[in-house]
């Protein structure tokens, strides 16, 4: 069957008015997700979902008519697992917007469409917090941080998102839905699914509905940024305070991250520095005073060259917001290929400095900017797609950059998913036999291969 030929009208009779887009050019922004993957296609339909049935009636017609489908949030994704598929059924759920706030249970049920903002404000106005904060925390929605497990700037002291997931509800392969986990601290009947859908890329099933833990507010933290001449001495001082301290921010710019955000932001960092950190404590006014005392003298010890501290929250901000704009700011330079590589605490001097050396033999610029506190690094690869010698050294430089970290005792990602960009390098992490048991696994929830095709698995 051709698409032309492919008869939309029992999807259409399923899902509400205007539902279904067709068009081409409607469907065009639906195609990419921010990784710009090369080898996407284009959907037979777009189904923007509203409800868990939405979404069943849209797999229950892809498996009657043959079709692969591809989930989609916001589109803010960074590895490809939201690229089009030829002929494929792309269901959305930006219209998935619903939210419920429990501040009995400090648990709330949302909807995947709802931004991760969105998710931290709504509960703000019940004393409540949402600790899960990518940079790209405004435009990422929740259905996409559980399925890449997302992890952000906070997390060095307060987990990722599989940390606060206390329940599901997901649409599996045959069109069921099933509701796992729910508002329980302590749950351990059955199998960890839960565990197991976080994580999966859209692989193993689609996300309708997450039941979320939630915190106490957040004390307003006091921050510090030392700033030091030596790459070495600064992952140094992260090493050394992650063994005996927990501050709850701990974030590194390389020299060109730095440069990068003062070209935006011109707020006076130092341009000359190879290594900037951001840390913040949110310990009580006065433990915190106490624990970036103590973070000071480890800084001065591993030869800082300027320590600045504050307690004013504005000024605090200023500096937590120019390391979020850290990739923006880079990207300003040309066109990226973004990893997110990471390493146990002791490699990630190791890590730094062999991504240099990439850069150097390949004469291509990658930009560092890092959760230093957990050896999550995003090494940013600058590159001229017209320049078709440059592109490709960028795309080595890409593959030795992930080499690299696998030799290190590291991971290929830490935080934004496999997708299609890396799966050439997740067998060499995982090995054969833990590849094999994944298979197994999406073999058994999705033995069509229905869902997602090309991110992390063949089929």
């Known amino acids: 069957m051709t698409l032309t030929q492919l008869d939309l009208t029992a999807l259409l009779d399923a899902l509400p008015q205007d539902a279904v887009i067709t068009d081409p050019d409607r469907m065009a922004s639906y195609l990419l997700d921010r990784a710009n993957a090369p080898d996407g296609g284009t959907p037979a339909a777009v189904v923007r979902a509203t409800c868990t049935e939405d979404v069943q009636a849209a797999v229950r017609f892809a498996v009657a008519n043959g079709l692969k489908v591809v989930t989609r949030g916001a589109g803010s994704g960074l590895s490809g697992g939201a690229t089009a598929l030829e002929g494929c059924l792309m269901v959305s759920t930006e219209r998935m917007r619903e939210i419920d706030i429990d501040p009995r249970t400090r648990t709330v049920r949302v909807q995947p469409g709802l931004m991760n903002a969105e998710v931290k404000a709504e509960v703000a106005k019940e004393g409540l917090w949402y600790p899960p904060d990518p940079s790209s925390y405004e435009i990422c929605s929740i259905g996409g941080n559980v399925a890449t497990n997302a992890g952000g700037l906070c997390c060095v002291k307060y987990g990722v998102t599989t940390d606060y997931v206390l329940g599901l509800t997901v649409v599996l392969a045959d069109g069921t839905a099933v509701t796992l986990g729910g508002p329980r601290i302590k749950d351990k009947a ?38 030091f001449g030596k790459l070495d001495n600064a992952t140094d001082a992260v090493a050394e305070i992650q063994r005996g301290l927990r ?28 290594a900037l950190l951001v840390i913040q404590s949110d310990e009580s006014t006065a ?33 937590v917001t120019a390391r979020r704009m850290a990739i923006p700011a880079v990207e300003a330079k040309g066109s990226l290929l973004l990893e997110d590589v990471g390493v146990p605490l002791p490699q990630l001097s190791a890590l730094v400095d062999g991504i240099a050396a990439i850069a150097a033999n390949r004469q291509v610029e990658i930009a560092v900017v890092a959760h230093a506190g957990d050896g999550n690094t995003h ?14 050294r960028a795309q080595q430089a890409y593959g030795e950059v992930m080499s690299l970290a696998i030799e ?11 997708g299609r960009l890396k ?14 048991l994944n ?11 229905i869902f997602n095709p090309g991110t992390m698995f063949e089929g």
């Open 287 to 319: 433990a915190a005073v106490e624990e970036l005392a103590t973070i000071e003298a480890i800084c001065q010890k591993h030869h800082a060259t300027e320590v600045f501290t504050t307690e004013d929250p504005e000024e605090g901000e200023a500096f």
């Open 379 to 392: 090494p940013l690869i600058v590159f001229d797609p017209s320049d078709a010698d440059h592109a490709a």
């Open 423 to 436: 799966k050439p390098w997740l067998g060499a992490q995982l090995g054969d036999d833990a590849m094999a």
């Open 190 to 227: 059955g199998l960890p699914l839960v565990k197991l859908f976080v994580g999966s890329e859209g692989t193993l099933g689609i996300v309708t509905e997450a039941v979320l833990k939630l915190l106490p507010a957040q004390r307003t933290p006091c921050t510090m940024v030392a700033t």
């Open 247 to 274: 501050p709850s921010m701990l974030e590194f710019m390389d020299k060109a991250c730095i440069n990068a955000v003062e070209d935006l932001t011109k707020m006076g960092l130092d341009r000359e520095a190879e």
């Open 439 to 449: 298979q197994r696994i999406k073999d058994a929830l999705d033995p069509t291969g």
């Open 408 to 418: 290190l005792g590291g991971t290929i990602t830490g935080e934004h998913g496999v």
